[in-house]
């Protein structure tokens, strides 16, 4: 039996986690740059700064300690992907005609017809196929949407059966994504905290070569 439907729209591209990250990160470097800058200053100057005012100066640093390393994936998330792995070979569809509901592994389908996308917009089932091949298949009293609300679900439970396949790796892909991006944050967080420490170190020291106090106000 051969099949069309209505072509769709393309997904709309996700964010660029990274690019933001970065950026964040790269506007940190500079304030911090501007700190070191203020501690060659005040030597240039024989600490014309009081001490309040290179205190007040470091203030947004004051907080900012060495953070924990990323976690390791969670063994949830392991299980999910062991399951995929284990299910039938993405990815599915769902074809729902003339009241047969059924969802097939995308391979096992003939005659397929795609849009610029990659969307199917034709397609033949198959007269014979193999374990794993036809995953659901329903009979419905009607053939289109909208008439039964119980048939209506089990059009929805098939559409989300259909994607589970694509879905969950996407959402794996992202999260595997996310746990680099923290690692690379924590990472750059504290080579940041390090370099405060440093800053501050220097300070002290400027101040011990040239005989003032910690409070000495100069």
């Known amino acids: 039996m051969t099949h069309t439907s209505p072509s769709t729209q393309p997904a709309e ?27 060659q ?4 100057e024989d600490f014309l700064l009081t001490p309040d005012e290179v205190a007040a100066a470091l203030t947004p640093f004051t907080a900012l300690e060495a953070a924990a390393p990323a976690a390791a994936p969670a063994l949830r998330e392991q299980a999910i992907r062991e399951r995929l792995d284990a299910a039938s070979e993405g990815p599915w569809f769902v074809s729902d005609c003339e009241g047969r509901l059924q969802v097939w592994r995308e391979g096992a389908l003939e005659h397929v017809v795609r849009d610029e996308s990659g969307t199917i917009t034709g397609w033949s ?17 009607t053939w289109d949407e909208g008439s039964d609300p ?20 996407y959402l794996l892909d992202e999260t595997t994504l996310l746990r680099r991006l923290l690692a690379e944050t924590v990472d750059a967080y504290n080579a940041l905290a390090a370099r405060k420490q440093r800053t501050e170190q220097q300070l002290q020291q400027l101040r011990t070569e040239s005989g003032h106090s910690p409070g000495e106000v100069i």
């Open 125 to 141: 089932t198959p007269f014979s196929w193999t374990d794993g091949d036809l995953l659901h298949e329903v009979d419905l009293e």
């Open 41 to 44: 200053n005040a030597a240039d």
């Open 13 to 39: 591209p996700t964010t660029d986690l990274l690019t933001d990250t970065g950026r964040r990160y790269a506007v940190a470097q500079r304030v911090l740059a501007d700190v070191a800058g203020l501690a």
């Open 150 to 169: 119980d048939e209506d679900l089990e059009r929805a439970n098939a559409r989300l059966m259909g994607h589970a396949p694509q879905d969950l790796e």
